[in-house]
């Protein structure tokens, strides 16, 4: 299993983008979620670290401009909670045991998806896209194709929009899937090996 990888895939109601950084022992260290709705903005990122091959520490952070939330969980070496924490707009409210074993199961989820993900060869990809031509965060021009329905979203996007356009996509060998399409640009944020 590499070091370091990144995929994703597509939820019922928006687009879930993983990275997940590993130990020698291909044990995960870091698991970045990235979720994006397709309705709303309300975009989250969720930190799953590990230590020792056990679930460490959550750090989960909503970015709805209605209702900013923030939660922290950390655990020590027997999986006992040690501390923990929900901020919801300034105000603290603290965590139910729901609310646990959500997080204790979700761990556990992301690992799996992400062992299929990676065993399946699908890659995640981020950029930027200009009249055709994509180039991602690192640089690379990248030879992707997609649907002609994928084609037209970023035709019609690129019509109102003066600067490139922030693209995420998946790329696996049974085909690409245009995952997002942006005006923000993904490159400023995006995990890589030494960041996590």
Not at 77 to 91: A, E, L, S
Not at 182 to 188: R, S, T
Request: proline letters at 3%; charged letters at 25%; one cysteine or more.
């Amino acid at each position: 299993m590499p070091e370091f990888s990144a995929s994703g895939f597509i939820s019922d109601a928006g687009v879930v983008r993983l990275w997940r950084l590993n130990d020698q022992k291909s044990n995960p260290q870091v698991i970045v979620a990235v979720y994006s709705p397709y309705q709303d903005k309300n975009t989250t990122i969720t930190f799953f670290e590990y230590r020792q091959n056990k679930l460490w520490q959550i750090r989960y952070q909503s970015f709805d401009y209605k209702n900013k939330q923030q939660q922290q969980l950390r655990f020590d070496q027997n999986d006992h909670i040690i501390f923990m924490q929900r901020i919801i707009n300034n105000n603290k409210i603290p965590l139910t045991k729901d609310d646990i074993v959500r997080w204790r199961f979700e761990s556990e989820r992301l690992i799996e998806l992400s062992n299929t993900l990676i065993a399946g060869n699908v890659h995640l990809y981020q950029g930027h896209w200009r009249q055709g031509q994509i180039i991602t965060c690192s640089g690379e021009k990248r030879d992707t194709s997609f649907t002609a329905q994928a084609e037209n979203w970023l035709l019609q996007r690129a019509k109102t929009s003066s600067d490139d356009l922030a693209i995420a996509w998946l790329e696996a060998p049974e085909g690409n899937e245009l995952l997002l399409v942006a005006n923000e640009n993904f490159c400023l944020w995006a995990p890589t090996k030494e960041k996590l």
